[in-house]
C-alpha cells in the first residue's frame, strides 16, 4: 500500500518546454487534487477531480491542464513552462464524505529556467 | 478574504522541552480545522482534524485546540524529539460541501540536542 506515488521527483525545464507530472494513489479514493507550494506561501489548489471524469479550477489554474485518467491517476500538465511555475507540486487524494482527510503525495520540485 | 495565519514563523526549541504554536483563521463558513506535520522535502502529512464542536484532541505527544468563538488553534508539542523538526500548517475547510482548503504557511520548528 503506497498511498500517493508522484513522478518525477525533481525536474528541470527550459522556458516554453512541456512536460506531465503524474500522481497515482492506490487507496481507492474518488476524488484527487494538484497543489503547488512556494515559498513563504500556504498550498495553493490548481486542479482537483471530484470523481472520475470530472475536473474542476482551483485557485490558480492558469498555465496548466489535468487529466482523470482513471479512478488511480491524475496528472497534471503544464504546456509552456514559465520561469513563474518553479515550484514544489503536490499530489493528494481524498474520499467524498466528511471528513475529506487529503492524502498527500511526496511532491516534485520542479524549476524551470 | 479567507486567511490563516500561523505564529510564529519559526520556533527553536531544546530537545525534551515544550512548545505551542499558534493560528488564527477567518473563513467562511467553517467546516473543521487540520494540523498537518511536514518533513523537509515530504509531503504533508495529517496530525489532526477538529470540528466546530471540539475543543480538545490528541495525537500522542501532540494536542490541538480549537476556540471557535475567537477564530484561534493551538498546536502543543509536548516533550519534544529531534523527529519533531518540521513544518506545521494550519488548514481550514471552507464549508462542508466544498473541496476548498485554506493553508496557513506554516511554522517552521527546529528541535536541537
Known amino acids: 500500500n503506497a498511498g500517493v506515488t508522484q513522478t518525477p521527483k525533481f525536474q528541470v525545464l527550459k522556458t516554453g518546454q512541456s512536460m506531465t507530472l503524474q500522481c497515482a494513489q492506490d487507496m481507492n479514493h474518488n476524488s484527487m487534487y494538484w497543489y503547488r507550494q512556494d515559498p513563504g506561501m500556504g498550498l495553493r489548489l490548481i486542479y482537483y477531480?471530484?470523481?472520475?471524469?470530472?475536473?474542476d479550477k482551483g485557485e490558480v489554474p492558469n498555465g496548466y491542464n489535468v487529466s482523470r485518467l482513471n479512478k488511480r491517476e491524475f496528472s497534471l500538465r503544464l504546456e509552456s513552462a514559465a520561469p513563474s511555475q518553479t515550484s514544489v507540486y503536490f499530489c493528494?487524494?481524498?474520499?467524498?464524505?466528511?471528513?475529506?482527510?487529503?492524502?498527500f503525495g511526496p511532491g516534485t520540485r520542479l524549476t524551470v529556467t | 478574504k479567507n486567511q490563516v495565519e500561523q505564529s510564529p514563523q519559526s520556533l527553536i526549541i531544546l530537545e525534551g522541552k515544550n512548545c505551542t504554536l499558534q493560528?488564527?483563521?477567518?473563513?467562511?463558513?467553517?467546516?473543521?480545522l487540520r494540523w498537518y506535520k511536514q518533513d523537509t522535502g515530504r509531503g504533508p502529512v495529517s496530525l489532526t482534524i477538529?470540528?466546530?464542536?471540539?475543543n480538545t484532541k490528541s495525537n500522542g505527544r501532540y494536542t490541538a485546540t480549537l476556540d471557535a468563538d475567537t477564530k484561534q488553534s493551538s498546536l502543543h508539542i509536548t516533550a519534544s524529539q529531534l523527529s519533531d523538526s518540521a513544518s506545521y500548517i494550519c488548514v481550514v475547510k471552507v464549508g462542508d460541501s466544498s473541496y476548498k482548503l485554506i493553508f496557513g504557511s506554516g511554522t517552521r520548528l527546529l528541535v536541537r540536542p
Open positions: 477531480s471530484a470523481s472520475e471524469g470530472t475536473t
Open positions: 493560528c488564527n483563521y477567518t473563513v467562511s463558513p467553517f467546516s473543521n
Open positions: 493528494a487524494s481524498s474520499e467524498v464524505g466528511p471528513p475529506r482527510e487529503q492524502y
Open positions: 477538529m470540528t466546530f464542536s471540539e
